[in-house]
Each structure stands twice: as C-alpha cells, then as structure tokens.
C-alpha cells in the first residue's frame, strides 16, 4: 500500500523553465522516481538540449526539450499546441519558467513590470487553460493529474530588496493556486505551488556565488540544494500529496518563519 507512495513511474510531466536551476533539479527528481517523460521549456534551445540529453543518460526515463518562449499567449499556444502534437495526456505540469527585475521605487520601469508579471503570473494561468485537456484526460479520482506552480517566500514575507513586480507576482500566484485549486479539482486535477527560499541558480546568484553568507540567514543553516527541491515536488506530483489541495508548501530552510515580523533582517531601514 506505501510502496509507491512517491512513485512517478509512467507519468508524462511538463516542466517550464527545465533547462537549469530549480526546474532542472524537479526534471531530474520526476525522471529519477520514475516518470516515463519529462519535457522541459526554455528560450534558449542549446542549454535546454544539453539538459534533456544529459536527465536522459543519468535516469530510465526520457527527457526532451521543447525550446519556446512562453512569455506570450502566443509562445504559450504554441507549448500547448507541441505537447497537445505528442501527448493525450499530461500528468504533471510545473509551472516554473520565471523571471526577476529589481530597480528604486522611483526609477521601477513598466517594461520590469510586465516581463515579471507576465511570465510569472500570467503565463500559469493561461498555460494550464491551454494544456487543460490533456489534463483532464490525464486525471481520474484514483489518480488525479497535478498542477504545481512555483511561487517564492517572496509572495509570503516582505523581502526588502526592491522586487516589486516579482513580490507582487508571486504573492497573486500563490492566491491564484488556491482559486484555480477550487475550480480544477472538479475534474480531479490537483493545483498547488512550493514556495522555495534561496536555491543556488542563475537568478538567485547570491545563493550561488556566495553560498556561506546567504546561509548564515537560513534557520537551517544552509541553502537548499536539489533534493530538497525534488523532494519537495515529487510529494506533491505523486500520490503522496494528492489530498494537498490548493497550498503552497514552504521549502525554504525557515527564512519565511525567521522573516515574518514587522522588520525582517535585512531590512536597511
Ligand atoms: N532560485 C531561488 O532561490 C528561487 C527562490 C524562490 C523562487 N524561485 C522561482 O523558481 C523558478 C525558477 O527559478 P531559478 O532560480 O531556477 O531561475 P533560473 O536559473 O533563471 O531559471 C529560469 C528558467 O526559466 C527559463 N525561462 C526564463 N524565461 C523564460 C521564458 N520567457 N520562456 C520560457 N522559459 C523561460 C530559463 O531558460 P532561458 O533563459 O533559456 O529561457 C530557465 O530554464 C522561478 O519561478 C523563480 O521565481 C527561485
């Protein structure tokens, strides 16, 4: 009854934003307990590539990469439109291709609004309305299919950089899992989002560049690597997490806890 508790094993999976970092690290745990497929998105189809081949040769399962820019509803129709091409049904979809824009209050661009906010926000949305039939297709009361979105600590505490459409992005997608959460179970698909805190990548290169003094802020005591983050999103795509309906599950080391007062460290001010 417990042995395939966590178990993947033939399962199609859709992870944006696959070609490195926190993506990469939920293609590689999926492929790892068993997931037949795991496509990955990306714009820049050489990196993309290289991970699809290399999740390939390291677990049983296949990796392969899509390259598209899902930024647009255009990009978004055209994702939908190749997965829709190859599969009748998609058991997992991570919504997790995001972006960032820090800049003063008095100087923030609309142009850093509406890249973050687009893709962070917009893009979850109307990606899991496009690719909502093979989802349904995918999903029974047995078996449910799972959204999983991947919001931050950002959207829960008041992170005092000036990230105004990120925090802004985050804390409406993780409202939105709960919203879709409601409307999707209906068909038996299950939406939720991780909350990660700081994961060494491109977009979070203090993590990555300067792993001692960001961890000395963590409650742990240490940035979270790849298999917290697996962990994480295998609990919630398999069977284990299909009764977590609509939350957003903290990885984060206890950063958000340690930050939830009135003035969070860090704070400049
Ligand atoms: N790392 C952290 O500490 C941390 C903490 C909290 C939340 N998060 C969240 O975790 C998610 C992944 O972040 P990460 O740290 O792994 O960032 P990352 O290393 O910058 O990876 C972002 C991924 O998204 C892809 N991407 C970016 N723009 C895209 C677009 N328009 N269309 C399609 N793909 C696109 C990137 O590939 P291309 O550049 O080739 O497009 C890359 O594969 C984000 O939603 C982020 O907000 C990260």
Not at 121 to 138: G, I, S, Y
Not at 250 to 266: L, P, R, S, Y
Request: include cysteine; charged fraction near 20%; proline fraction near 4%.
């Amino acid at each position: 009854m417990f042995k395939d508790l966590f178990s993947l094993v033939g399962r199609i999976a859709l992870v944006t934003g696959g070609s490195r970092g926190i993506g990469k690290m939920i293609a590689a745990g999926f492929l790892a307990q068993g997931a037949s497929k795991v496509y990955i998105t990306a714009r820049k189809a050489g990196p993309c590539e290289a991970t699809a081949k290399k999740l390939t040769a390291a677990y049983g399962g296949e990796c392969i990469a899509l390259p598209i820019d899902i930024s647009t509803l255009a990009g978004i129709e055209l994702l939908a439109t190749e997965i829709r091409k190859r599969e009748d049904r998609l058991d997992i979809l991570v919504n997790n291709a995001g972006a960032a824009w820090g800049a003063d209050f008095d100087e923030f661009p609309e142009s850093g609004w509406d890249k973050v906010v687009n893709l962070n926000l917009k893009a979850p949305f109307f990606l899991t309305k496009a690719l909502a039939a093979p989802l349904r297709a995918a999903a029974s009361a047995e078996r449910p299919a799972k959204v999983i979105n991947i919001a931050s600590i950002d959207g829960i505490f008041v992170n005092p950089q000036e990230t105004y459409s990120y925090a802004a992005s985050k804390a409406g997608l993780i409202h939105l899992t709960r919203r879709m959460a409601l409307k999707l179970i209906k068909d038996h698909v299950v939406v939720t989002a991780i909350a990660p805190g700081p994961f060494a990548s491109d977009m979070n290169r203090a993590a990555r560049d300067h792993a001692d003094e960001v961890s000395k802020r963590v409650p742990s005591g240490r940035i979270g690597d790849t298999e917290d983050m697996a962990g994480a999103a295998i609990f919630l795509a398999s069977r284990a997490g299909d009764y977590v309906v609509g939350a957003t599950l903290t990885v984060d080391g206890g950063v958000a806890f340690a930050n939830a007062g009135i003035k969070g460290e860090g704070w400049a001010e």
